[in-house]
């Protein structure tokens, strides 16, 4: 079956640590996004990416990193200077101009 | 200002009620409009894509535009308990803005038997 695929499903941070989350996709999709969602604040972009080693930031990347590597993979590193990271993340992909398809989420919290 | 703001709040309907779950957005430049369903800890799956001002129907769904007034709603008919979770609108201008979809801050729905 063709999905996203996000590990892990939980995830807990100490202060001053980097985490990298996973998104893996096998739909062959060129665009993947990574979404934060925080409660009654809907979802807002951190980063994109339309094709291979080519990516852009969205609306809140600060304290954020991405690679793209590979088109199936699409890896959001949290690090140190994201100051308030408890949020539940999510990855999206879309061949066309915007996210359908979306993963199961992380639920990111610090300890 | 949010350039998005959905309403109402937290929505209790019976079984099959008609509910209504509208955005206004204050961006003229949106052009494409989105309906998420996002059960509890899962990811959105979209419910319905509209282009056009107009209505767009798809079973017991349909979603509503009016660009010139700026302002998108879902009804959902008949409604039933697997109904039960948020609902999210999103738009975006497409072009340059590609993949930058801003969303509604949700409505939790509730369908109780």
């Known amino acids: 079956d063709g999905g996203i695929t996000q590990s892990p499903k939980y995830l807990f941070r100490k202060e001053g640590q980097n985490v990298t989350l996973s998104c893996e996709q096998n739909?062959?999709?060129?665009?993947m996004y990574w979404y934060r969602q925080d409660p009654g604040q809907g979802l807002r972009l951190i980063y994109y990416?339309?094709?291979?080693?080519?990516?852009q930031k969205g609306d809140i990347a600060e304290g954020y990193s991405v690679s793209r590597e590979k088109k199936e993979s699409f890896p959001l590193t949290v690090t140190s200077a994201q100051k308030n990271p408890t949020a539940f993340y999510l990855c999206a992909s879309s061949s066309g101009q915007y996210a359908r398809d979306f993963g199961a989420g992380t639920r990111l919290s610090v300890l | 200002q949010k350039e998005v703001e959905q309403d109402p709040g937290p929505l209790s309907v019976p079984e099959g009620a008609i509910v209504s779950l509208n955005c206004t957005y204050s961006n003229s430049a949106f052009q494409y409009f989105m309906w998420y369903r996002q059960y509890s800890r899962k990811g959105p799956e979209l419910l319905m894509y509209t282009y056009s001002s107009g209505n767009k129907e798809d079973g017991r769904f349909t979603a509503q535009v009016d660009k010139s007034s700026k302002y998108i709603s879902l009804f959902i008919r008949d409604s039933q308990p697997s109904d039960s979770a948020t609902y999210l609108c999103?738009?975006?201008?497409?072009?340059?803005?590609?993949?930058?979809?801003?969303f509604g801050q949700g409505t939790i729905l509730t369908v109780h038997p």
């Open positions: 739909l062959n999709h060129d665009a």
């Open positions: 999103a738009m975006t201008a497409g072009g340059t803005s590609y993949g930058k979809l801003t």
């Open positions: 990416s339309q094709i291979v080693n080519d990516f």
